[in-house]
């Protein structure tokens, strides 16, 4: 029953800014720590961000750290990435992720960064 259904995504010219959501139901939230993934064309899946069930610790990829910033609002079961200063390379599906006894995945919001 766990669900996780993301939004937000869209193209974006480099140096731009995007705010992606996931609405997530099933599971006691404020209870689970949530990630956010992402999966580029012809490569693995990676960890984008992570943050801790409170909100109170988070973690980043170093190749978007400065420019991401994950959030949660554990009152309406949703949490967020901001992405700022957003480069080609930066181009992928992106997922919402809950590890609660296996890893559930949302559909996922295609993030194209392009000219």
């Known amino acids: 029953q766990v669900q996780l259904v993301e939004s937000g995504g869209g193209l974006v010219q480099p140096g731009g800014s995007l705010r992606l959501s996931c609405a997530a139901s099933?599971?006691?939230?404020?209870?689970?720590?949530m990630s956010w993934y992402r999966q580029a064309p012809g490569k693995e899946r990676e960890l984008v961000a992570s943050?801790?069930?409170?909100?109170?610790?988070?973690n980043y990829a170093d190749s978007v750290k400065g420019r991401f910033t994950i959030s949660r609002d554990n009152a309406k079961n949703t949490v967020h990435l901001q992405m700022h200063s957003l480069k080609p390379e930066d181009t992928a599906v992106y997922y919402c992720?809950?590890?609660?006894?296996?890893?559930?995945w949302g559909q996922g919001t295609q993030v194209t960064v392009s000219s």
């Open positions: 992720n809950v590890f609660y006894g296996y890893h559930y």
């Open positions: 099933g599971f006691i939230f404020s209870s689970y720590g």
């Open positions: 943050i801790t069930n409170s909100g109170s610790s988070t």
